[in-house]
Each structure stands twice: as C-alpha cells, then as structure tokens.
C-alpha cells in the first residue's frame, strides 16, 4: 500500500510565492464531483440528495454529459493557480488558455492513474493522444465519447458550451452553496497565511493535513497519496486552495507546465483526522495475523493481562507480549495499570474506523 508518494520541488521557493486563498471554481468542480460520486462523500449525503432533487432534468443531463471532467479526477483548469473573488473572474481566466492547452487538460490529464506524469502532446495535433483520449472517454460511456469527440472537433464551441454549463449550476446551487461557505474558507486562508509566517511552512503543511509533510532537507512537499509523481514549484510557488465540499480527497495540480495547487478539505468539528497510510497498512498488517485476530477477540470483551490471554490460548507469555506490541505499535489497543497488573484492551473506536479510514486512503 505503500508508494513514493506526490513530491512538489520546493527548493528555493520564497514564502511570498506560497499563496493561500479559497477558489470559486474550485469548489464548484469539488460540489460536481461530490454529485458524481456521492458514495465518496458520505458526509455530504443530505446535501448531495437535496441539491440533485432540486436540479431539473436538462440541466442533469448535460452534467453526466460531462461528468469525466471532474467524475475520477478533475481537469487542472478547474482548480486555478491564482484563485479569484469570483466564479466569472475564474471563469474568464480559463477562457485564456489556448485551445490546446483546455483539451490536453480536459481529455488527458484527467486520467487517474498513478504513473509519472510527462508532458504530452496535444491530442489536437497528435493521431496518438487523440486516440488515447477518446478511448479513455469511451470506458467513462457513450454520451462522454460523443462529448470528447465534440470537443476535439470544435474546441470554441464545446468550451463556450461548459462555460454556459457551469454558469448555470452557479444559479441553480452553486451560488447559495458558495455563499454559505466562502467566509469560512477565506477565514481558513488567512489562517495558513499567518501561519507561514509566524511559524514556517512545516506548521502549515501539518495544518494542511497529516498527509503533507516536507522531506528532512526541506527541499520538497511530500503528499502520503497512492501516487508516484513529481512536480517543481521552482520560478512559480504553490497554492494552497481550502475546500468544504472535497474531503476526503486531498486534490494535487501535478501536471507539467501547471503551477502545483493543493486543494484541502477543512478540519470539520466531530469528524476524524485524516489517518496516514503507513498507519492504515500497519493496522491491516497487524490484524492479517490469524493469532492477533485471536487476540483482539479476548480484548475486544475488556481488559486483560498478559498472562491471562496466554492462559486463554494456551500461548507463551513471552508470544502474547510479541503479538501485543505489534497491536500496541499499531494504535488498535489500549494500555493501563491496575496495581501491578498492566491491562491491554482493543480500541474498539480505532477499529471501528478502519474500513473508512482505509477507504479515505485509498481516495486521498
């Protein structure tokens, strides 16, 4: 389960050229995938079923035209470098980009794998990318291959078509959405900002998430995601870029050519932390263990001590304490002492969240 990980060079890199500020766009793309795939983001159903009732047929029928824009991934024009105030000032940035550029991002870099990235050819000039692209939309469904065919044959007019498209969940969800959760991004922002400044980007990384670390020569962002890429901020910096509607996904603008952006889900009151992997893969480990699962079945009744579970399994004392730590290194048991006893329990909490804490591993 464990992997390289996403790197983001930033050697170099000044604190004026790290740029926190919340995204219209960006959470608008964050609010289409949320609505794509709803199982990713259980935290969200109430608003998920609300917001899908209340849309009118045409207007969902064009959305799951284009849903492979931000269904497996998003494409990187929708989680902007230089945030704006506004949805139409992003909008019309987006505008800017050649055609090229809009139709690599659209059909190719919105592929989710987790091989290095490269710079790729334009599938508007290019036979070979443009037969990659269209299969790749192809395996998303039919009316997303007439959709990437469209674009490939007319850019301007499929461009402007999106464009329409997400002016009109802007009136229809998005801007009563936004409004309700704009403030609390920007005071997020402000936040990091000051923690740059007062105590350096290792504080803000770990308030980023507890899967943004820097390496040990201060040289590089590692993101803990199931990905093996690389990036440079070198001559443009990084934005960080809150998001309330994203968890559990940690979003990473990874391609050539882009300026790095990671989109991070707020810390919300009454829901965990994010688990990082090597944690998840130490407790899978630890329970793979047919004597350990034995194990955590006597503790998960209550406490007990050594010598009890090694009576209980006819086990050594000298095993029991071998397999207790590996339970204890793993963060699935609880110690305390009665006396001169020690007690060992299983957190049921911790156990109980292993299947989501995976799950937002592996979707991360």
């Not at 044959?153 to 402007?160: E, L, T």
């Not at 078509?161 to 309700?180: P, T």
């Not at 609880?334 to 995976?358: K, P």
Request: with cysteine; glycine share 6%; net charge neutral.
């Amino acid at each position: 389960m464990g992997g390289v990980g996403l790197t983001i060079d930033i050697a170099g890199v000044p604190d004026e050229r790290f740029i926190f500020s919340p995204s219209p766009l960006g959470e608008l793309a964050a609010m289409l995938h949320a609505l794509a795939e709803p199982a990713h983001h259980p935290a969200l159903h109430g608003w998920i079923t609300a917001t899908a009732a209340s849309l009118k047929p045409e207007l969902s029928d064009r959305l799951l035209e284009a849903d492979f824009l931000w269904r497996s991934a998003r494409a990187d024009f929708f989680v902007p470098g230089r945030p704006r105030d506004t949805l139409a000032a992003e909008l019309d940035d987006v505008d800017r980009l050649d055609d090229e550029t809009y139709v690599a991002a659209a059909l190719i870099t919105t592929s989710c794998g987790s091989t290095p990235q490269r710079r790729l050819r334009s599938p508007l000039v290019d036979a070979d990318a443009r037969h990659r692209a269209r299969e790749l939309a192809l395996a998303r469904g039919p009316r997303q291959a007439d959709f990437a065919d469209q674009l490939l044959a007319d850019p301007p007019g499929v461009r402007a078509w999106v464009r329409r498209l997400l002016e009109d969940c802007e009136q229809a969800f998005f801007a009563e959405s936004w409004a309700r959760v704009q403030h609390q991004l920007a005071a997020d922002s402000r936040h990091k900002a000051d923690l740059l400044a007062r105590h350096g980007l290792d504080a803000v990384l770990a308030a980023v998430s507890p899967a943004t670390t820097r390496s040990p020569d201060g040289r590089r962002i590692l993101i803990d995601k199931l990905q093996d890429n690389a990036t440079s901020a070198q001559g443009q910096g990084v934005t960080f870029t809150p998001t309330a509607f994203g968890r559990p996904h940690l979003l990473v603008v990874h391609a050539p050519g882009w300026r790095p952006v990671v989109q991070y889900p707020t810390a919300e009151a009454g829901l965990p932390h994010p688990v990082p992997l090597d944690l998840v893969q130490r407790r899978i480990d630890a329970l793979a263990h047919p004597v350990r699962r034995r194990i955590a079945r006597t503790l998960a009744r209550g406490p007990h001590t050594t010598g009890e579970i090694a009576e209980a399994w006819r086990l050594s004392a000298p095993e029991v304490s071998r397999h207790l730590a590996v339970l204890k290194q793993a963060g699935l048991t609880t110690v305390s002492r009665r006396g001169r006893y020690v007690h060992h329990q299983l957190d049921l909490t911790v156990c109980a969240r292993l299947g989501a804490d995976f799950v937002e591993a592996i979707l991360r």
